[in-house]
């Protein structure tokens, strides 16, 4: 499967505790995005990194969310002191964007499905 | 006010109707368009990519009015298939890509 991919599909964890999501973007893909969504809404942005470059994150995000992207690969989605209000999908995807276009097309993975208790 | 914003509906329309969604974004220096559809419990897929003269893919029309800074999405001839909900995504200030609520479409037997 040469899609996006992320593991797990499901994390059910204690509030308090520290997760870590991670996403597989398609391989020759340079930008990668992680969106939060919630029952009846969209996505939501979170963060966006170029190759291994994180160019933007959200201003709604708290600073105990942090993502990485080490070698412009496999990105990883950390959420520490997990809070019941975390609860929600985490969709991650990919794109490859050339230069100055602005055709951009996500393809998005099936998500983490986080619940705090 | 939201960066994008869509009518959540849900639209119910019977199958063979024709239906439209509007969307209006706020950032006038936004370059790219999309329509995304979502089904239930799944993620997000893209439907078509919206221009500025406007394009048609089958039954769907999506249309761009860059001076009123909304975009439509025309779906004609509805099938029980097209039930989902339909996301609006325009490009920001630094190019990433937002998302609006969705709208729901449900069509009817």
């Known amino acids: 499967d040469t899609g996006v991919s992320q593991n797990p599909r499901h994390k059910i964890t204690k509030r308090g505790q520290n997760v870590t999501f991670r996403c597989d973007p398609i391989?020759?893909?340079?930008?990668l995005y992680w969106y939060r969504q919630t029952l009846g809404q969209g996505p939501e942005f979170l963060t966006y990194f170029q190759n291994e470059a994180q160019l933007e994150k959200s201003r709604l995000l708290s600073d105990r969310f942090s993502a990485e992207r080490p070698k412009g690969s496999f990105s990883t989605l950390e959420i520490q002191r997990t809070e019941q209000g975390d609860s929600a999908m985490y969709l991650c995807a990919s794109s490859l964007t050339l230069g100055g276009a602005t055709n951009e097309k996500l393809f998005f993975g099936s998500g983490t499905q986080l619940s705090v208790l | 006010r939201k960066e994008v914003e869509q009518d959540p509906g849900p639209f119910n329309v019977p199958e063979g109707a024709t239906v439209a969604f509007n969307c209006t974004y706020s950032n006038s220096a936004s370059q790219s368009f999309f329509w995304y559809r979502q089904d239930c419990r799944k993620e997000p897929k893209l439907l078509m990519s919206v221009y500025s003269s406007g394009n048609e893919d089958g039954r769907f029309t999506a249309q761009l009015n860059r001076a009123s800074q909304y975009i439509s999405l025309l779906i004609r001839d509805s099938k029980l298939s097209d039930s989902a909900t339909y996301l609006c995504v325009v490009s920001g200030a630094t190019n990433k890509l937002i998302f609006g609520t969705g709208t729901l479409l449900a069509v009817q037997p």
């Open positions: 391989s020759e893909h340079n930008r």
